[in-house]
T-cell receptor, first 113, second 114 residues
Framework: QKEVEQDPGPLSVPEGAIVSLNCTYSNSAFQYFMWYRQYSRKGPELLMYTYSSGNKEDGRFTAQVDKSSKYISLFIRDSQPSDSATYLCAFRGTTSGTYKYIFGTGTRLKVLA | NAGVTQTPKFQVLKTGQSMTLQCAQDMNHNSMYWYRQDPGMGLRLIYYSASEGTTDKGEVPNGYNVSRLNKREFSLRLESAAPSQTSVYFC?????????????FGSGTQLSVL
């Protein structure tokens, strides 16, 4: 079983739609939960960061963590064409005694004008 | 602040050639990382340096070497490039050991090995 599972998409939505992006994970040692946005031919940029279960909101973006179900989500409200990118979930914690980051494979999002 | 700067942005090599990818950060971070990104595989850690003077293997270190030249700079060397090393390479840095540690990436190097 992979440590992190993320649907690759692509996910196409009309402008203004609410977008839901999801990841599941299997490692209970993950302590920190992140979402990165990656535009084509660019490096990933940190979008959301949280370490507790529940919701964290930043503008149009909401990160949700459910540690009991090992499930994290990113919601984008009023989606814009400029949100078209690949979204990577990421986790930080200890695996086999080693402190590390683990990334999902990314979900490609297209917001249609 | 420039953040994490990588050079070159693009490179084409022939099998067996060598090259060094350069990375520098100006955020006074102690930890630096090299990742490769391949379609369907996500970001995979090649090597990392937890602090100046130390380096450790990541998930996919074979065929690569690294040097932590000083606190700011961390280079990745391919001694004898192979087609399997065709990928996009990202350098990253963080201020590790803090609760709010966050990972910042450079803009990447697109490498093709023919």
């Amino acid at each position: 079983q992979k440590e992190v599972e993320q649907d690759p998409g692509p996910l196409s939505v009309p402008e203004g739609a609410i977008v839901s992006l999801n990841c599941t994970y299997s490692n209970s040692a993950f302590q920190y939960f992140m979402w990165y946005r990656q535009y084509s031919r660019k490096g990933p940029e940190l979008l959301m960061y949280t370490y507790s279960s529940g919701n964290k909101e930043d503008g149009r973006f909401t990160a949700q963590v459910d540690k009991s179900s090992k499930y994290i989500s990113l919601f984008i409200r009023d989606s814009q064409p400029s949100d078209s990118a690949t979204y990577l979930c990421a986790f930080r914690g200890t695996t086999s005694g080693t402190y590390k980051y683990i990334f999902g494979t990314g979900t490609r999002l297209k917001v249609l004008a | 602040n420039a953040g994490v700067t990588q050079t070159p942005k693009f490179q084409v090599l022939k099998t067996g050639q060598s090259m060094t990818l350069q990375c520098a950060q100006d955020m006074n971070h102690n930890s630096m990382y090299w990742y490769r990104q391949d379609p369907g595989m996500g970001l995979r850690l090649i090597y990392y340096s937890a602090s100046e003077g130390t380096t450790d293997k990541g998930e996919v270190p074979n065929g690569y070497n690294v040097s932590r030249l000083n606190k700011r700079e961390f280079s990745l060397r391919l001694e004898s490039a192979a087609p399997s090393q065709t990928s996009v390479y990202f350098c990253a840095s963080s201020f590790s050991g803090t609760v709010n540690e966050k990972l910042f990436f450079g803009s990447g190097t697109q490498l093709s090995v023919l």
